[in-house]
């Protein structure tokens, strides 16, 4: 069939972002990263920007890097770590996705902890009926170039 040329990359691979994300969340292995209230519908995520607040002591165990790994954007040894990038990525799926609503953007003015709230909605109708499954499309050159924190992506659509 179909063989990938030796020494081609892998084919881009289509990853469920609420599923993973909700798991990352309840798996309370990145620190910061944890549900608000007892429903599991709003989740808070450290949002540092590296160049205001200097380099994180947990700089290596953050969701942004796991979302990177997981998308396959990023190979432990084999790429070079581009944090801001891992970031822009994570924020842009969030963005683009259905299931995720920004709900708290955090202050504006260096906090020591800055981070964002959103919420985990819940769509109306099923993935098999008349809406997509809401995948986050991993393809060459997707990655978004963050040259500062306000950079925005394409949001959802309305609901």
């Known amino acids: 069939m179909n063989q990938p040329a030796p020494g081609a990359p892998p084919p881009p691979r289509r990853v469920r972002l609420k ?49 990177a790994k997981e998308t396959g954007k990023y190979t432990e040894g084999v790429d070079e770590a581009d944090p801001a990038k891992w970031k822009a ?13 920004l709900i708290y953007d955090g202050p504006r003015d260096m906090p020591p902890q800055p981070y964002k709230i959103y919420e985990v909605c819940s769509n109306g109708p099923t993935a098999t009926e008349s809406q ?28």
């Open 132 to 159: 997509p499954a809401d995948e986050y499309y991993v393809g060459p050159g997707e990655e978004e170039e963050e040259e500062d924190e306000e950079t925005q992506c394409l949001p959802a659509p309305p609901r």
């Open 19 to 67: 599923p993973w994300l909700v798991a990352q969340v309840n798996s309370c292995q990145y620190p910061g990263l944890q549900w608000v209230n007892g429903e599991r519908r709003f989740f808070y995520i450290p949002w540092r920007h590296a160049t205001r607040h200097g380099p994180s002591q947990d700089g290596d165990n953050t969701i942004f890097k796991a979302w």
């Open 89 to 101: 990525n994570l924020r842009c799926a969030l963005n683009k996705s259905r299931d995720f609503r």
